[in-house]
């Protein structure tokens, strides 16, 4: 569309409408290729073309060609070079503008981070909250026996208000593992981490492979988001009927994330169905934490298996590798920490 655009030298052009002449001080121009041929000008008239950029100020380009007079002409445009001041100053030229009408962007989403569970009483479930829960493995290797180890490591975990449970390393002689909770993950650096240093345990090691960080996450189908994401996993790791963990990570290769969603869907809920059976006959209770982005070896899920024995925990660990979900889209699982609850510290 062509506008007439006058400016008294200053720069500050006014549209008129339509095809016309233009007086301005200085011009730009621009790499980009031209499409349209404009009409010969008159004497002594350079022709032009004027757009507006996407940094919304105008771009001047020179068709006639020209020795115009250096200057410091401001860059309009990320592809265009100043090229000085016209000869004279106030110069007039044809102009046949075709400006760019620009639509105002719509407003960005706000990234959503809550967690959403199904409708409860017709209305929807979010909530902003979640429990992080971080496993440590330990070897001692100092003078104490174990019962005395777990003594002093219970005592100081309780003198810095930490939320945790004490595993005995089925695999390690002289191993322990140490899986602490709280909906605040600075709690693992401020109370965690200053109760076994303030153990008094010299000779304690990390074994740095063993360790898991995740997070509590919804699925979108949860009835009631607080007991699943919070009240749930605390309940499940420190049920006294319930000794035996086996917790180990995994990830998913990349081609899962590819599947159409009614497959995922389908894929995720045969490994449901056989959680659920396990669950519903009091064999093995989960916990199942996300680690995007929190595990040191990449994985993406943190799995607690919980039960009252340790045989239907391998059990229900052979019976999904043959799922779609186990046999085609893991790339990675484990290490595995198989231990054996001798303290609790709920609060």
């Known amino acids: 569309m062509c506008e007439r655009a006058e400016t008294d030298g200053s720069g500050d052009v006014h549209r008129t409408g339509g095809r016309g002449r233009i007086r301005f001080r200085g011009t730009v121009q621009c790499r980009r290729s031209l499409t349209e041929n404009l009409e010969p000008p008159s004497p002594g008239v350079r022709e032009i073309e004027q757009c507006f950029c996407l940094e919304k100020t105008p771009c001047y380009i020179d068709l006639a060609g020209g020795t115009p007079e250096p200057s410091s002409a401001p860059r309009a445009h990320p592809a265009s070079e100043a090229a000085g001041d016209l000869e004279p100053a106030g110069e007039t030229m044809l102009c046949e503008c075709r400006s760019m009408t620009s639509h105002p962007a719509p407003p960005e989403a706000a990234v959503d981070v809550q967690e959403h569970g199904a409708p409860r009483d017709g209305a929807p479930q979010t909530m902003d909250r979640r429990l992080f829960m971080q496993l440590l493995v330990f ?182 590798r043959g799922t779609r979900q186990t046999s085609e889209y893991i790339g990675q699982m484990g290490p595995f920490f198989v231990g054996r609850i001798v303290s609790a510290k709920k609060r």
């Open 139 to 320: 070897v001692y290797e100092g003078e104490l026996a174990p019962s005395e180890v777990v003594r002093h490591l219970s005592a100081s975990l309780e003198a810095h208000g930490a939320r945790a449970v004490l595993y005995e390393d089925v695999n390690h002689p002289s191993g322990f593992g140490l899986l602490s909770w709280s909906e605040d993950p600075a709690d693992f650096v401020t109370k965690t981490r200053a109760a076994v240093n303030g153990a008094g345990l010299s000779g304690l090691r990390l074994r740095p492979e063993f360790t898991m960080l995740g997070r509590s996450y919804s699925s979108g189908f949860e009835d009631n988001l607080e007991f699943w994401l919070i009240d749930r996993p605390v309940r499940t790791v420190t049920n006294p009927a319930w000794p035996w963990a086996v917790w180990y990570p995994l990830r998913r290769i990349g081609a899962f994330e590819k599947l159409e969603g009614r497959e995922k869907g389908s894929i995720l809920r045969e490994h449901a169905v056989i959680g659920k059976r396990y669950g519903n006959s009091d064999l093995a209770h989960d916990v199942r934490l996300a680690c995007h982005g929190l595990d040191a070896n990449d994985n993406e899920f943190v799995i607690g298996l919980i039960g009252k024995e340790l045989h239907p925990l391998s059990h229900v660990v052979q019976t999904m």
